[in-house]
């Protein structure tokens, strides 16, 4: 690695010494300069990053609820506000958690699996208008859904006086609205990956009389499981924080997702529901931070991949 | 996993057995079909099946919908939808034309839900579209005869008991002759002899429905008192209400509709109301009724937009502080992530892998509760950051339109600098190192090594990101939203627009926010000046990288 080299080549210079040995060796002041100053800055950084989290999660644990009475920090411990989340029939909690994984879910499925097929069609065959078809998604996503939103809520109540299901208040419906925008930024991000496939596999695989079919859910598709991790990931994260056409579409409590309904909780009364609120945000933030934690090395090598290509 | 010997399959493809992957790790199912057999057609048996099955899934519920839109009389929809049916199987149904078998799922979704409701924003920005303005000039007249309604003098008193079936509301009535009537808001009256009575001969019950107790009637007074009962289907006989859910008198329209004029004539005061051109039924001086229909107004929204002036300086605002707040966070962002992808790009740096989760996390947290919990923090009243650390002083962190300012972006920082780090950790890693090797050499100094080589080429690779940043956040909606709610309130109008509100905000509030009421038609065109904006920004940028390309 280039910056192994570079950094200890470095540390030779400054006091001939063997490596293993030179950190304890060397004054304080020269450490500093080389790597303390790092040490601080991560330092700071992470205090910054970390304690809105520390703040919200101390919070949740104290059930003396208001905003006053969750300043200090972990200064009591016990688990009121989770049952208190739990019993409010008018705000149900678990609903809402039930209804984002699932429109999450089905949602990011769906987005990966038509980004993938639209990606391998751009990448595996030449067609006439390929090279338009790609410039005019990556010139519509720059339309982004919720400035339309006045548009998708008179579109959905218009379908909701023909086929109510889909219309407005119906999860499926506001499913349909979020794979409007399933093609574009993940076709693009796929389609650089499918290109890093050699196409001689395809070609192996077509004389052997496997069939298109074969090939994209036989060969490609498991290739790429990477970029379809990332981008369903994403999709998963991106939806379970829409708020503008989740609040437009979703208007019976019951069905609306974590976000609208967590929003509800603090958006008149911040003060008064703050302890019940932190108790739901950190159950709604646990489960999709755990899966970024666990799957960063692919999102961070999904990302820098997409940086490098544009 | 499956993962690391498919990784291997590049190198045996080579070899001259690549039909063992094929076969093996084709679908589940496939693998009954001898794998070498070339000159055959290439569906099985088991593919066109499954397709059949597919797409006779989509043709049936494409009948269905086309059934509903024919009974609803909806003929254009009913055409176009149609045609997309029969595009749809001839797609799938003829041999050729494979791209579009993969494409059309995923850009029939597109085509609907993002370039309809473009085209469809467009449209209802020409429009008067919103609170009052949302149907045709018959819905509109029939509504202005429900709800213009006064009691009717004398009319007899009518028993009522309130009853709910499902979430609906029903009013049981009891007419002066003892003849039970049951009616809500959406059914006009029917005769119910099947209903049950208590001693005093009053309706109380109807098999079927649950009658509501007194304590319950006051918890839902609110929707009780909003039942209107029509007594007929004509609006011009009148409803019935109640104001306590236990007596009800009868109402009539005060406002008399001749459709041979086209007027509105008040039944009181002999005032006439005509349609005004605008929408709505307006009197000799200018006075409107509530409720109008829906007209096309051609640029009327524009022009609003910069013209009202309880509009016009407070957009003005919102754009300047779209740009400010755009601009500034994606450069101290991406300084920041800089800053601290160049700092911990050490190899050897004890402990790099625990900055680096932790420094990540509130890109992980979700981005709509960081605005809420910031909210909470920096409240002025309540909050830890003046309670706790700044020891009980009240600065008004969220409500002074600077200081609300600066907490956006420094929140905005903190949910954005953990991608700019990351990306930038990778642009660095990905610079040849011999560059850096060389210019040092020749003595450049570690600054001038970073200002003249590594930064040039490390924005060739990162400027696209920073432009789609730009473009995320000028409609970052949820970080002001949760956080301000675009508040401090601007002195100089009326209407709920303040200090922080971006466009995108204003679009949403000037659409369904509370208080002034929704105006579709003015949120449409906003959108519209906003995608312009946006789209010109991003076409002009993209040309510059191109340029930036050219360096390397």
């Known amino acids: 690695m280039s910056v192994r080299t570079l950094a200890s080549s470095k540390e030779t210079t400054f006091d001939g010494g063997p490596l293993p040995l030179a950190p304890t060796r060397r004054p304080f002041g020269v450490w500093f300069k080389d790597k303390g100053w790092r040490h601080v800055v991560g330092i700071v950084t992470t205090i910054f990053a970390v304690f809105p989290l520390l703040y919200v999660l101390s919070a949740a644990l104290d059930s003396n609820g208001t905003l006053v009475g969750s300043n200090g920090l972990f200064s009591r411990f016990d688990t009121g506000n989770f049952v208190a989340l739990f019993s409010d029939p008018t705000r149900p909690f678990g609903r809402w958690f039930v209804n984002t994984l699932v429109i999450g879910t089905v949602t990011s499925a769906a987005t990966v699996f038509l980004g993938a097929m639209a990606a391998y069609a751009f990448s595996r065959m030449r067609f006439k208008g390929r090279r338009m078809g790609l410039l005019t998604l990556l010139l519509l996503q720059m339309f982004p859904q919720l400035l339309a939103v006045v548009a998708i809520f008179l579109l959905l109540s218009g379908i909701s006086q023909v086929i109510p299901a889909l219309g407005l208040g119906s999860q499926l419906g506001l499913i349909m609205v979020y794979l409007g925008g399933a093609l574009g930024v993940n076709t693009y991000l796929m389609y650089g990956f499918f290109n890093t496939v050699p196409q001689s596999l395809d070609e192996a695989a077509k004389i052997d009389g496997a069939s298109h079919v074969q090939i994209f859910f036989g060969i490609i598709l498991r290739l790429v499981t990477p970029i379809l991790a990332v981008v369903g990931l994403l999709a998963f994260i991106g939806i379970s924080s829409e708020f503008v056409i989740a609040s437009v579409v979703l208007t019976d409590p019951d069905s609306q997702t974590l976000a609208v309904g967590l929003y509800s909780y603090v958006a008149q009364q911040r003060s008064e529901n703050w302890g019940v609120f932190a108790a739901g945000a950190v159950i709604a933030a646990i489960p999709v931070m755990a899966l970024f934690l666990f799957l960063q090395k692919y999102i961070v090598s999904g990302l820098t991949a997409g940086s490098v290509k544009g | ?552």
């Open chain 2, 1 to 552: 996993m499956p993962k690391p010997d498919l990784r291997e399959l590049p190198a045996t493809q080579g070899q001259p057995t690549p039909e063992q992957p094929v076969s093996s790790g084709a679908r589940p199912g496939s693998g009954a079909r001898p794998a070498a057999k070339p000159a055959r057609h290439p569906d099985s048996l088991k593919g066109t099946i499954l397709k059949v099955v597919l797409l006779g899934l989509v043709d049936a519920f494409a009948v269905y919908v086309l059934m509903m839109l024919f009974l609803s009389q909806s003929w254009a929809a009913l055409a176009v939808s149609s045609l997309v049916v029969l595009a749809i199987n001839w797609i799938y149904l003829r041999k050729g034309g494979l791209p579009a078998k993969y494409l059309a799922p995923g850009v029939l979704f597109l085509l609907v839900f993002q370039v309809l409701v473009v085209v469809f924003s467009g449209y209802i920005a020409f429009t008067n579209y919103g609170d009052g303005h949302n149907s045709t000039k018959d819905d509109a007249i029939s509504a202005i005869q429900l709800t213009a309604q006064k009691r009717v003098p004398d009319s007899p008193a009518y028993k009522a008991s309130v009853l709910t079936k499902g979430n609906g509301f029903y009013l049981l009535f009891t007419d002066p002759s003892g003849k039970a009537q049951l009616g809500s808001s959406e059914d006009p009256l029917t005769e119910v002899p099947e209903a049950g009575k208590d001693s005093t001969g009053k309706a109380n019950s109807l098999p079927g429905y649950e009658t509501l107790k007194f304590q319950e009637i006051v918890a839902n007074q609110q929707d009780i008192l909003k039942i209107t009962v029509p007594v007929s289907d004509d609006p011009a006989d009148g409803t019935l209400r109640t104001a306590d859910g236990s007596t009800a008198y009868q109402f009539k329209p005060a406002l008399n509709y001749d459709a041979a004029t086209d007027t509105f004539t008040d039944t009181e005061t002999g005032t006439e109301y005509r349609d005004n051109g605008k929408g709505a039924f307006a009197d000799a001086n200018g006075e409107t009724l509530a409720t109008g229909w829906k007209i096309d107004v051609g640029m009327d929204n524009f022009a609003r937009a910069f013209t009202d002036p309880s509009l016009r300086g407070p957009l003005l605002g919102v754009i300047l502080w779209t740009f400010t707040f755009s601009i500034a966070s994606v450069a101290l962002t991406f300084v920041m992530g800089l800053f601290l992808a160049i700092t911990f790009n050490r190899e050897d740096l004890r402990g790099k892998k625990a900055y680096r989760i932790l420094m990540i996390l509130p890109y992980a947290f979700p981005a709509f509760l960081s605005g809420l919990v910031w909210s909470g923090i920096l409240n002025p009243e309540f909050g830890w950051l003046n309670q706790t650390l700044l020891g009980g002083a009240n600065i008004g962190w969220l409500t002074d339109p600077v200081l609300a300012k600066i907490s956006v972006l420094v929140v905005n920082v903190w949910l954005g600098f953990p991608y700019m780090f990351l990306v930038c950790t990778g642009a660095l890693q990905s610079l040849p190192s011999e560059i850096d090797e060389a210019a040092r050499m020749d003595g450049a100094s570690a600054w001038r090594v970073f200002r003249s080589i590594k930064l040039p080429l490390l924005l060739v690779s990162v400027a696209p990101l920073l432009i789609s940043s730009f473009a995320f956040n000028f409609n970052n909606f949820n970080v002001i939203y949760m956080l301000t709610g675009g508040g401090p309130r601007f002195a100089d109008t009326d209407r709920d627009i303040g200090s922080t509100d971006i466009l995108i905000t204003l679009v949403y509030k000037v659409a369904f926010g509370q208080g002034t009421g929704r105006d579709y038609g003015l949120a449409s065109a906003l959108a519209i000046i906003i995608f312009i904006i946006v789209a010109t920004i991003s076409a002009i940028s993209f040309k510059q990288t191109k340029a930036l390309e050219d360096v390397n």
